[in-house]
């Protein structure tokens, strides 16, 4: 349990770091008055010092919990999302000293930021790995993906730095709409932290019992004022709300519980935002993108998707169909995180399609970039959390 506890140090370390990194970054982008200093400001030089610190305490954060655990720490949300935001932080590093362009750690490590503050409202415990997952592919199958998702991620930062850069905000149009529906997103997930937050402060617990997929009865724990309730439940804690609706076996009823709270904390926490700025959000995020070069923006985000597209390949598609051969004597099965893992390659199969022979670049490229990400999002939060398969024990 020591060492567990150390891991845990190490993660608020690196949240912390990123957290001043982020800082650091905004000063050079907003002190550099030319390209020279933009590309080798002081400030940018300390926050990349800093960046490397807490990625430093990342990787021993995931170190000391593999040890604790005896096994990689990748088999549930919390330990999941936690080594995919390392991983974006290592991309990250490894293209900031190839095209020294501050504006991109600008907008990644607070996506690192948002990610380990996502991970931390679930269960950080450590417990034994179910016999499906007690298999050295799950490891092999899960880190090759988180790599390829990461890299994929930082193609999405660099698309979301080109459109920032190259909309005009001032005028309602198509592009506006659509970059304040991804900055609105993004803040959906800030409602997530906020709300559970909220409610673990309160020590909120509604339990029940139900009827679960294998037509057992199981017991739950809701951390929320439960809305939707599990198949056939029944209160433990009259004293609590009652759910509002049964939903169907399929359906995780606490999860979905979750996202409506989340939805409706970060629809709110957004209505808040546009009543004080009195203008669109995104635009809160603009000039710190002006002094971004668009054409290495483009470039990134290109050789992003070339590189993290073979590697997510093989993570998400074929390390996992030898994992579910094992676990379930079947390389597919239709199980809704192998239909979204496949959705999200055959849209990234597409954006290289478009790129190379249709020569969709520019916004074009940014905005599949960003949409590719929103993909892997949803695939990582809602298959994961709501509805009900194999992959349900994350």
């Not at 990748?74 to 290592?90: D, K």
């Not at 709300?195 to 019992?209: D, L, N, P, W």
């Not at 490229?365 to 809602?382: D, E, H, R, Y």
Request: aromatic share 16%; hydrophobic share 55%; glycine share 6%.
């Amino acid at each position: 349990m020591q060492l567990a506890s150390v891991s845990g140090n190490l993660l608020f370390f690196a949240f912390i770091a990123y957290l001043i990194a982020t800082l650091f970054f905004g000063g050079a982008v907003k002190g550099s008055k030319s390209k020279e200093v933009y590309a080798n400001n002081r400030w940018g030089k300390i926050a990349i010092g800093v960046t490397i610190l807490g990625f430093i305490a990342h990787l021993g954060y995931f170190i000391t919990r593999w040890i604790a655990s005896a096994h990689a720490p990748v088999s549930n949300m919390f330990e999941f999302i936690t080594a995919f935001a390392m991983m974006v932080v290592c991309a990250f590093i490894l293209l900031f000293f190839i095209y020294r362009t501050p504006s991109l750690g600008l907008f990644a490590l607070p996506l690192a930021v948002v990610l380990v503050g996502y991970a931390s409202m679930f269960p950080r415990e450590l417990t034994p790995l179910i016999p499906a997952l007690q298999t050295y592919w799950l490891t092999i199958h899960v880190i090759t993906a988180a790599i390829g998702e990461a890299i994929l991620a930082i193609s999405a930062v660099a698309g979301l730095v080109f459109l920032l850069k190259n909309t005009d905000l001032t005028k309602r149009s198509k592009q506006r709409f659509w970059l304040e529906a991804v900055i609105f997103t993004l803040i959906l997930v800030i409602g997530f932290i906020l709300s559970s937050s909220t409610f673990a402060i309160m020590g909120y617990e509604a339990k029940f019992t139900y009827i679960n997929k294998n037509e057992q009865q199981a017991q739950i724990v809701y951390n929320y004022p439960p809305l939707f309730g599990m198949n056939e439940y029944e209160s433990l804690t009259p004293d609590k709300m009652s759910p509002l609706a049964e939903m169907p076996a399929i359906v995780n009823a606490k999860t979905l519980t979750t996202f409506v709270w989340s939805v409706g904390t970060g629809t709110l926490l957004y209505l808040l935002l546009r009543l004080v700025l009195r203008r669109p959000v995104a635009t809160l995020f603009q000039p710190f993108a002006k002094k971004a070069n668009s054409q290495v923006m483009d470039e990134i985000g290109y050789r992003s998707v070339l590189i993290g597209f073979p590697v997510f390949t093989l993570g998400a598609l074929i390390f996992a169909m030898i994992w579910a051969h094992e676990a379930w004597s079947r390389f597919w099965g239709w199980d809704p995180k192998e239909v979204w893992a496949l959705i999200t390659w055959l849209f990234y199969a597409a954006y290289l399609h478009l790129r190379l022979s249709r020569g969709w670049e520019g916004k074009k490229s940014a905005w599949l970039a960003v949409i590719g990400f929103i993909i892997i999002m949803f695939n990582l939060i809602a298959v994961n959390l709501i509805i009900a398969g194999l992959h349900s024990y994350a």
